[in-house]
């Protein structure tokens, strides 16, 4: 039994959450991304696709300043969560990642409890008080993460003891905890085997309601069922951004086109 | 085992191959296979025949230090000899020297033997009363300050024997030897044996081997490693308070906070050096630095702990870093990519994932240490002390001296008994790093955790 039922795609979509502009990443000598600007959308699956090492990565965790661990790593240009430089020399990457939560490409729950996972955010945040807001907080987002009744029983036992699928929901469900606006998901379907993956990907389908996801996959079939905008990117460029059925359907690159019917890539 | 069964006989013809027949290659592939394993066993068995060598031969030579000889006679304590003055005022009778003591005991030696009819041919009274350890006075006269009432009373005391009868009843001394020996004579160990035969002589379990400050040369009997154990476990605290903290911290910021750059990678290097300096040349520099310019006391524990903590920081920074490299770098990302800080995702999930490594790696290094000697030599850890040091924080400063050292200094004594009692030490030592080896095993069970 899942939480809820598949939903129609009927979430308007919203306005301009982020907005990247003529944005550079170097690592060393390496100029991985080059002039890439593109505006993504509230309430919207925003789909990165692409051959593999051409930057869709990298681009998504320049959202969230997770590029900044790598001493090597070297960003210009702009990019605006809100119409706030998220690159300002006043914006604290920690409290930006509070904001723009984000999902690995291999399940990685810490090896403590289902709850405990979940609860982190929270704690770390200081988003609750006692102890039952915490536990509704958590109840909230293994809801959210459709998880809730696989583990409701069993919060205290260890999360790395659940299933593939499970793990990577229970990573979903740690990143909604702190009420995110932006969830950036970094292919969260690699690792899972095809029943898993159409959990989650019903699961990002809901996640629509209330966040702007941005989801980087390998896989255009899934770009195509779970995205409403796609972002070819191609050798660090981002060839071509559009409505997913455009992109699909008339592809105005060549490049895309012969990515997308499978000549390149 | 993966070898293909061997046919018996090699009639493989060419046109085809048969997997019933294994070829040329294959056979010498299994051989050296074979070979491989055998090397391998052969190492594994000379290094386990060592291993058993050792223990055997330590054991076989220091468990005579955990025995010992006793006699058991009631003695007179003379009021007219032990107080003087009459008034058992203390001051006073800590003016009447062991000396004293020593007369009123030989009495008491020669009383027993007459009283158990034992036929003493040409024995002086001074080959008698050399049956007991010359320590025996100061045991008694100890009991005797401690109480004063007991003087003018007969006590029944176990007093020690003397180190040649002891060494007689454990084997080491034989009728040859002792002929040979001016410190004894065949016929003081025949009319040890007697006493033996009656009950007076036993030999028992020898607590004072693990409680006793050293002995001087004449009276191995009474040596113990008491102040060896306490100056080793000062040292201990020492290094634990100091190296851990420092080396664990050193680590966690070298590992996660420090910038990749020309001057992490000197300290780098120099760390991995430091660990390869002979450990005398930490004694030097314990000398120089804490002693002569510092000025803190020589024999010291602190000094001791001192120069070990610089020695094991290297070991501990080491294998800490190693431990935090080997925490996947997915669980730092997560913790991140939830808003945690990076000092939140070191601590509230690094360091927890890397504790076993951190804890085997610094229980190694102070067992390291706790075994170390020559450091210890240089910073006159080596000298006879007699007194306990204090409780801790003052007692870092009295002299001590350490487990290793004591056996070090027992070897070089001439009497044989001294190689039991160093051998014994050995066995304490031993006995400590099983522990810290045990403990480490256990801590690394309970904080190992899957993922």
Redesign the interface.
């Given at each position: 039994m899942y939480d809820m039922n598949r939903v129609e795609n009927a979430v308007s979509q919203g306005d301009i959450k982020i907005s990247a502009n003529d944005v550079q990443v170097y690592y060393g000598d390496k100029h991985a991304i080059k002039d890439v600007s593109v505006d993504i959308l509230d309430k919207t699956v925003t789909a990165f696709i692409g051959p593999s090492g051409c930057g869709k990565s990298t681009f998504l965790r320049c959202i969230?300043r997770?590029n900044d661990?790598i001493?090597i790593a070297r960003i210009e240009g702009r990019i605006a969560l809100d119409g706030e430089d998220i690159y300002d020399r006043r914006v604290d990457p920690?409290?930006l990642?509070?904001k723009v939560?984000?999902?690995?490409q291999?399940p990685?729950?810490?090896?403590k409890s289902i709850y405990d996972n979940v609860a982190?955010?929270p704690r770390?945040?200081g988003m609750t008080r006692n102890r039952a807001d915490l536990d509704q907080i958590v109840e909230k987002a293994l809801r959210g993460a459709a998880l809730w009744n696989e583990v409701k029983d069993r919060l205290h036992e260890p999360g790395?003891g659940l299933s593939g699928g499970q793990q990577q929901r229970l990573?979903i469900a740690?990143?909604v905890?702190?009420e995110p606006e932006v969830l950036l998901m970094d292919e969260p379907c690699s690792a899972l085997d095809p029943i898993a993956t159409s959990q989650v990907e019903e699961l990002i389908d809901q996640l629509r309601e209330k966040y702007s996801v941005v989801i980087v996959t390998h896989s255009m079939q899934q770009a195509a069922r779970v995205s409403q905008k796609t972002a070819f990117f191609h050798l660090g460029h981002l060839v071509e951004y559009g409505d997913t059925d455009d992109i699909f359907t008339k592809p105005q690159d060549s490049r895309t086109e012969a990515y997308i019917s499978g000549r390149i890539g | 085992m993966t070898d293909m069964p061997m046919p018996r006989s090699g009639t493989a013809s060419a046109a085809k191959s048969s997997l019933m027949v294994a070829d040329a290659n294959t056979r010498r592939r299994n051989a050296a296979e074979k070979r491989f394993r055998l090397y391998g066993a052969t190492a594994i068995g000379v290094a386990l025949l060592a291993l058993v060598v050792l223990l055997f031969t330590i054991v076989r030579d220091g468990s005579g230090a955990f025995r010992q000889t006793y006699l058991a006679i009631p003695v007179q304590l003379n009021a007219e000899v032990l107080d003087p003055k009459g008034n058992r005022n203390p001051e006073e009778m800590a003016k009447v020297l062991t000396l004293s003591y020593g007369k009123v005991l030989d009495a008491a030696v020669e009383a027993a033997v007459v009283r158990e009819n034992i036929q003493i041919q040409g024995l002086t009274e001074k080959q008698i009363s050399g049956l007991i350890s010359k320590e025996a006075s100061a045991q008694v006269r100890h009991r005797v300050l401690a109480n004063p009432d007991l003087i003018g009373q007969m006590i029944d005391v176990d007093v020690l024997a003397n180190g040649r009868v002891d060494g007689f009843f454990k084997g080491r001394v034989s009728m040859e030897s002792a002929a040979n020996d001016k410190n004894t004579s065949p016929e003081q160990l025949m009319l040890a044996q007697e006493l033996r035969d009656r009950g007076l002589m036993v030999t028992r379990f020898n607590w004072n081997f693990l409680t006793n400050p050293d002995a001087s040369d004449q009276r191995p009997e009474a040596a113990g490693v008491g102040i060896a154990i306490l100056g080793s476990l000062y040292m201990m605290l020492v290094v634990l308070l100091l190296a851990v903290p420092i080396g664990v911290g050193a680590s966690i910021y070298l590992e996660e906070f420090a910038p990749k750059n020309k001057w992490t990678d000197i300290i780098e290097v120099n760390i991995s050096n430091l660990a390869a300096v002979p450990s005398i040349v930490f004694g030097i520099l314990g000398l120089a630095a804490f002693i002569n310019f510092a000025g803190l006391p020589q024999s010291a524990p602190i000094v001791g702990g001192l120069v070990l903590t610089l020695m094991t920081l290297p070991t501990i920074i080491i294998s800490t870093r190693a431990a935090l490299k080997a925490v996947p770098p997915s669980i730092r990302d997560a913790a991140l990519g939830v808003g945690a800080s990076k000092m939140q995702s070191v601590f509230h999930h690094v360091l927890p994932l890397a504790m076993p490594g951190i804890l085997t790696g610094t229980i190694i290094g102070l067992a390291q240490a706790l075994g170390e000697t020559a450091p210890l030599l240089l910073i006159g850890m080596v000298a006879f002390v007699k007194n306990y040091p204090a409780a801790p924080p003052e007692g870092l400063f009295d002299p001590a001296s350490a487990l290793p050292v004591q056996v070090y200094n027992w070897t070089q004594r001439s009497d044989p008994a001294f190689i039991e009692r160093a051998s014994g030490a050995i066995i304490v030592l031993l006995i400590f790093l099983f522990c810290m080896n045990l403990l480490a095993i256990y801590l690394r069970r309970k904080f190992e955790r899957r993922w």
């Open positions: 969230n997770m661990t001493p920690v409290q990642r509070a939560g984000m999902v690995f291999k990685n729950p810490f090896p982190y955010g770390i945040h790395t990573c740690r990143a905890a702190t | -």
